[in-house]
């Protein structure tokens, strides 16, 4: 055994870097978040061969002393918080003082500033753990900090770089997120000597949304601003009537920073559940504020994470004030419990309905009391993926003992499975069940290396950009093992040749685009561990029959059947409950009998 030494600092700066400076476009989210927290009110970005080559972030902010500099690159070293208690209310995006001395590790840097009361700027320089004295320099009050070489000294690292347009495209992303929350601030973006992007400050976010995310959602967007207590959220929620092409137009704000979270995610999945056909993407930028000491943002390395401490309050305050911005404002009732089919949606016919709508499936007709005995049983194969001739034995047979979740008698509403059992009546969510199911088999599948893959007969093409392209290149294992095959078909497409067998009738490319999103987001190996059961939860959303699918007996029973055959059936992924019970105790007192 080797003898246990303390590392050099830089090699523990190299080693940090690894989290935070992914690529180029790490390194420019951190020194964009510096500047914005820095004050500045005009940040100007000059990359040159996608950042790789250089990376140039120029503001006006408050500037760096000379005495400072140094710190300013040390590791540790943070103007922003000083106490426990200051990174429990911290409002900076920037805290952890280590941004600058991980990108020093494993890159050249020139850092110049100057503070409003200096007569000129300084300048110094870093490289491989060293740093030049001060040297006097021209700049207006602000900052500039220059990134050189990026991995220069680390091959190993710089090997994974992709080519100059993915690079630039991840830069691009970085810099929409940043500009999007922030209208106040101008934006300038250069790539190879060529203005790409430019931003003036504005007080008009709907403005800044039109910039970034394109006029044709601006308009149809609907802004909103909703409050309660000390939770706040106000953005622009796509109108169920816009499509959005292929942009994962899709970005959520926690105190002006932009994160991932799936707590979030689902509230507003399930806000737009009833009023988007889930074949369409829901464009939004969505601003959530909140007490800082109700989140914590100290979660991840590049704090793309929260964890909020009420969590509950959140996701319901969250999905309510959604729900009602897209309802036009009208305040749809208790929260969880809308499924209001009124909405002014044309979910169920548009024309990119598509194939997995079974063709004998006919649209609800206005009896909102479905009962199917009628429907043909074929249908059934088409929603659980099953054998037919299972979903005969889930009929009723004469004297068969009546099983625990009873049988079913109706559909309500297209939401809600009826059924009678021993004691009463059962009332199922009929989509929370279903997801379920499928998430318990998807998971048990990985677990056991069997989660089967179903070629498609006709590959579904979607448009992609050029960082889901780049994901489908690099990614191929680990998309197989979780199922799917894709394939890009030119820069801007890709083509699903394989999706996994359990959700073959789902929508393969939505499921793919969330696959290459989250992939992207949070990286193919933390995708297959950690955070894989969200994943799975995600899909199996996706694959589980959607409301307003009207379904015959026996595939009601046969999803009685399922349930009770599932472990935790009786919890949706998200822990809202999937069923509930009436007992005819409980029934006979609001009818006061036997009284
Ligand atoms: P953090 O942002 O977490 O504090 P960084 O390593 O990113 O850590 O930056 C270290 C320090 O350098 C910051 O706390 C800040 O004082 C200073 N700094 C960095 N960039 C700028 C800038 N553009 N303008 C002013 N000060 C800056
Ligand atoms: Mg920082």
């Not at 006029?215 to 967007?221: M, P």
């Not at 979740?405 to 021993?422: K, S």
């Not at 009463?424 to 998430?439: F, P, Q, T």
């Not at 498609?456 to 780049?470: G, K, N, R, W």
Request: hydrophobic content about 45%; some cysteine.
């Amino acid at each position: 055994m080797s003898r246990i030494q303390l590392l050099p600092d830089l090699l523990i700066n190299q080693i940090a870097a690894g989290e935070v400076v992914e690529r180029p476009a790490s390194a420019l989210k951190e020194l964009l978040e510096n500047s914005v927290d820095a004050g500045a009110s005009d940040i100007t970005v000059h990359l040159a061969q996608g950042g790789v080559k250089q990376l140039r972030v120029v503001d006006n902010g408050g500037g760096i002393g000379r005495d400072e500099l140094a710190l300013a690159l040390a590791r540790h070293a943070t103007s922003k918080i000083g106490t426990l208690e200051d990174l429990e209310r911290v409002a900076s995006l920037g805290f952890r003082g280590e941004a600058l001395a991980s990108i020093a590790a494993v890159a050249r840097i020139t850092l110049l500033s100057r503070t409003p009361d200096e007569r000129h700027a300084w300048q110094v320089e870093a490289e491989s753990g060293s740093l030049s004295e001060a040297q006097p320099a021209a700049l207006g009050a602000g900052t500039s900090i220059e990134v050189r070489d990026l991995y220069y000294n680390t091959p190993a690292r710089r090997k994974f770089l992709k080519t100059e347009a993915t690079e630039f495209a991840h830069c691009d992303e970085i810099f929409r997120r940043v500009a999007l929350s922030r209208p106040d601030i101008g934006f300038t973006l250069q790539h190879n000597g060529r203005v790409q992007r430019h931003l003036p400050a504005s007080a008009d976010t709907a403005a800044r949304i039109g910039a970034v995310l394109g006029d044709e959602f601006a308009q149809s967007g609907i802004l909103f601003d909703e409050q309660s207590g000390d939770l706040r959220m106000w953005g622009m929620a796509g109108s169920p009537t816009y499509s959005r092409g292929s942009r994962d137009a899709q970005y959520v704000y926690v105190n002006g920073r932009f994160v991932r979270d799936k707590l979030l995610a689902h509230a507003i999945r399930e806000a737009y559940r009833d009023v988007l056909h889930h074949e369409r993407h829901p464009a939004f930028a969505l601003f959530l504020e909140i007490d800082p000491l109700g989140v914590d943002v100290n979660v991840h390395p590049t704090k793309i994470e929260v964890r909020f401490r009420d969590s509950r309050a959140v996701h319901q305050f969250v999905f309510h004030a959604l729900n009602k911005a897209l309802a036009g404002g009208q305040d749809s009732g208790v929260v969880g419990a809308v499924r209001t089919n009124e909405l002014p949606h044309t979910a169920h016919s548009t024309s990119t309905e598509r194939s997995y709508i079974h063709p004998t499936y006919s649209a609800p007709t206005q009896s909102r009391m479905a009962f199917g005995a009628a429907q043909p049983l074929a249908f059934y194969d088409t929603l659980f993926g099953q054998e037919v001739s299972a979903a005969r034995e889930a009929m009723p047979q004469a004297g068969q003992e009546i099983p625990p979740l009873g049988f079913a008698i109706a559909q309500l509403h297209g939401v809600y499975v009826l059924a009678q059992n021993e004691h009463g009546l059962v009332v199922v969510d009929m989509h929370a069940a279903h997801e379920r199911i499928v998430y318990e088999r998807l998971k048990t599948a990985l677990d056991s290396h069997t989660l089967a893959m179903q070629p498609l007969l006709i590959p579904v093409t979607f448009q992609a950009d050029a960082l889901d392209v780049a994901t489908v290149e690099e990614h191929a294992d680990a998309l197989r093992e979780l199922g799917f095959e894709m394939a890009p078909l030119s820069p801007t497409a890709l083509a699903v040749r394989a999706v996994p067998a359990m959700l073959k009738d789902a929508d393969a490319a939505q499921l793919a685009r969330d696959v290459l999103k989250d992939m992207r987001e949070v990286g193919a190996s933390r995708l297959l561990t950690e955070r894989r059961n969200e994943l799975l939860a995600t899909l199996a959303c996706h694959g589980a029959v959607r409301a307003n699918r009207r379904l015959a007996l026996p595939e009601m029973n046969a999803l009685l059947r399922d349930m009770e055959a599932t472990e935790r059936s009786g919890q949706c992924n998200h822990g809202r409950p999937t069923w509930f019970q009436f007992s005819m105790a409980e029934l006979d007192k609001f009818f006061m009998r036997g009284k």
